[in-house]
């Protein structure tokens, strides 16, 4: 654990920041935005555990001790399908939102259904 | 039977992806599913078998060493619930099949019930399996992508409404732990369960704090722990029948056992654990004093299972082998007793094409077999003695009375009153269902006018049904053998060396 990338560090922190408001919105779509923000920041911590970029993980081209850690990038990429997949699927939950309703706002069990319409233009 | 191992999640993948190229033919689907199920319930029963006569039965996959390759763990507890979810899988499978809602199609789309099903039962295989922290986020991934599927079933405006808030709640919480994850592994450069249980005490106290209590925030949203289980009573309810049995007797309890085998494994305590045992106390008193006002019987339900969670949160809070024997026992009452109670009430609520309670009045007076079936699920859940519910609890008191110190008998006292505000619950709904006011809207006793299925489906629900619930009966009479298991797997957990020997011990000396 010698140098960490500062940039990259703070890159996180904003993608969890922006994801993290994103997720706390009424609009399905922004909430999915947020999710697809928030999945990007944990695949980049994820890479940035590995420690600092060496070259490629390749038996044959690098020496194993010269190489950067294979196992994060491992875990990284199986995540990122993870969080590509679970975005197809909310992007068609929220087409279907927006074909019954007309509108992808959240439920809330503080408003009756039709009544909670009235406050969206 | 290391080689059996890795057939718990290939199986039902597999199995899921045929069943998809079979969509138009459901019979060949259903039978699919069926013959994926028990053999995935034969090879667990065997598995058990063999962890509790030779120790923990480790599966290296593709030959991999246990640090760096992929490593599946089945020991006491983990082939023993594993043993107890595929059974319950299987009767709900059943039950689903015999209701057939699930499998209706919706505008020309045919229904992926029977994938999904079967790749859910990979994800929960795969969790329980599990040797390291990334998979075990994978297992749990499978797991709920299929449950976001299975909520949202058919995609009606009500279950698109509620199943969203759902998925994104879960979905929270999923990158929630995959952050904890990466955050073990800049750490400790490891994911391995076994490797970080002996890595972990060499890392500073506050970090290792840190940790431990992210890991715990994330587990304890997926398990619908008090102060995080406001999304379970809403979405739940709004699924298909079966699938909310299903939904309540694993999806949480799958959460319940990875909080179980992640603290006992790689935070080891001696004295019990003060913020879980506030955590389990609230969470038994928000749950039933939660479900006590509710009118919707599936909400009222969902209201008692998040505060059942409550106890299996006790056992482990105190930190002991008798607590966590008694969590173990609970776990596995608790996902025979919930599904119980989810199939009985939807039985009487098909009577009545309603799941309001005050419209259930005398729903099933004129059904004695269905009333009594409702009767000792009740009890049961009530944890009235003999059945499996007091075994359980009894466990857990007696775990607590050993501790003895005045948190932990405080805990107790509120484990107590919510017991008895439980079977409060149980003699309300029976009572209202068996003797109470039908509506004043329903002139005629009621019974076939709603029942459109045949004779052999609604055989097979009953079917699935009854055996259930006398899974609760079973599990009591079983309680010498179940109490001898679970103590073995409980002192396991608290020794830590057998599963640590298992996966890091002996290597080479395997095929």
Not at chain 1, 9 to 16: D, K, Q, S
Not at chain 2, 232 to 241: E, G, I
Not at chain 2, 302 to 319: D, E, N, R, T
Request: glycine share 10%; proline share 6%; net charge neutral.
């Amino acid at each position: 654990m010698n140098a960490t990338n500062l940039s990259l560090a703070l890159t996180i922190g904003v993608l969890y920041a922006c994801g993290s408001y994103l997720l706390m919105q009424r609009a399905l779509l922004r909430v999915v935005l947020g999710f697809v923000l928030f999945g990007h920041g944990a695949n980049l911590l994820l890479l940035l555990a590995g420690g600092e970029a060496r070259p490629v993980p390749h038996a044959g081209t690098t020496a194993p001790g010269e190489a950067s850690d294979p196992l994060p990038q491992a875990m990284a990429i199986t995540a990122v399908v993870i969080t590509f997949g679970t975005t197809a699927l909310l992007l068609a939950l929220v087409h279907r939102a927006i074909v019954l309703h007309g509108d992808d706002l959240h439920a809330s069990h503080t408003l009756p259904p039709p009544a909670g319409k009235g406050d969206q233009p | 039977m290391n080689g059996a191992v890795p057939l718990l999640v290939l199986g039902p993948l597999l199995g899921s992806a045929v069943s998809l190229l079979l969509g138009p033919w459901p019979r060949l689907q259903r039978a699919l599913g069926a013959v994926v199920l028990t053999g995935s319930l034969a090879v667990a029963a065997s598995l058990l078998v063999a962890a509790d006569d030779t120790g923990p039965v480790v599966a290296r996959l593709s030959g991999w060493d246990a640090p760096a390759g992929i490593t599946l763990v089945a020991d006491r507890l983990s082939a023993l619930v594993l043993t107890i979810a595929l059974a319950i899988c299987l009767a709900i499978f059943g039950y689903a099949i015999g209701q057939g809602s699930a499998e209706d199609r919706v505008e020309h789309v045919p229904s992926v019930f029977h994938p999904t099903y079967l790749a859910l039962v990979a994800g929960i295989n795969m969790a329980l399996l599990s040797g390291d922290l990334f998979n075990l986020f994978v297992g749990l991934e499978v797991m709920l992508a299929s449950s976001y599927v299975l909520i949202t079933l058919g995609a009606t405006s009500e279950r698109v409404r509620l199943g969203a808030m759902y998925i994104v709640i879960s979905l929270g919480a999923s990158i929630g732990l995959l952050t904890t994850v990466a955050l073990f592994y800049a750490t400790t450069g490891t994911v391995n369960l076994a490797d970080l249980s002996t890595v972990l005490s060499d890392v500073p106290p506050p970090v290792r704090t840190a940790l431990q209590l992210m890991l715990l925030l994330t587990l304890a949203t997926k398990a619908a722990v008090v102060p995080l289980h406001m999304w379970l009573p809403d979405s739940y309810p709004s699924a298909p029948a079966p699938i909310t049995a299903l939904f309540a007797a694993l999806l949480t309890k799958i959460a319940v056992y990875a909080l179980i085998r992640t603290q006992t494994l790689l935070f080891p305590r001696e004295e019990p654990w003060l913020l879980l045992l506030v955590l389990a106390g609230a969470t038994m008193l928000v749950g039933v004093v939660g479900g006590l006002v509710q009118d919707d019987a599936n909400r009222l339900l969902s209201f008692l299972l998040v505060g059942h969670i409550g106890y299996m949160l006790f056992g482990l809070a105190l930190a002991s082998a008798e607590g966590l024997r008694g969590s173990i026992i609970y776990l596995v009452h608790h996902m025979t007793a919930q599904a119980a109670l989810f199939l009985v009430i939807d039985l009487a609520q098909r009577r009545r094409g309603s799941t309001s309670l005050s419209e259930l009045g005398r729903a099933t007076a004129a059904a004695p077999a269905l009333s009594g079936l409702i009767l000792i699920a009740a009890l049961n859940f009530g944890s009235v003695p003999p059945l499996a519910g007091f075994v359980a609890k009894l466990a857990l008191l007696q775990a607590a009375v050993t501790d003895g110190t005045a948190a932990v008998m405080a805990v107790a006292a509120v484990a107590v009153l919510a017991a008895l505000l439980t079977l409060a619950v149980m003699g309300r709904i029976f009572v209202q269902l068996y003797w109470g006011a039908p509506p004043a809207e329903l002139s005629e006793p009621d019974g076939d006018a709603i029942d459109v299925h045949s004779r052999t489906s609604m055989r097979l629900m009953r079917g699935s049904t009854t055996v259930v619930v006398s899974a609760g009966i079973v599990l009591a009479a079983a309680a010498g053998p179940l109490a001898a298991v679970t103590g073995r797997a409980a002192e396991d957990l608290t020794v830590r060396t057998p599963y640590q020997e298992a996966v890091l011990g002996d290597l080479g000396g395997l095929p």
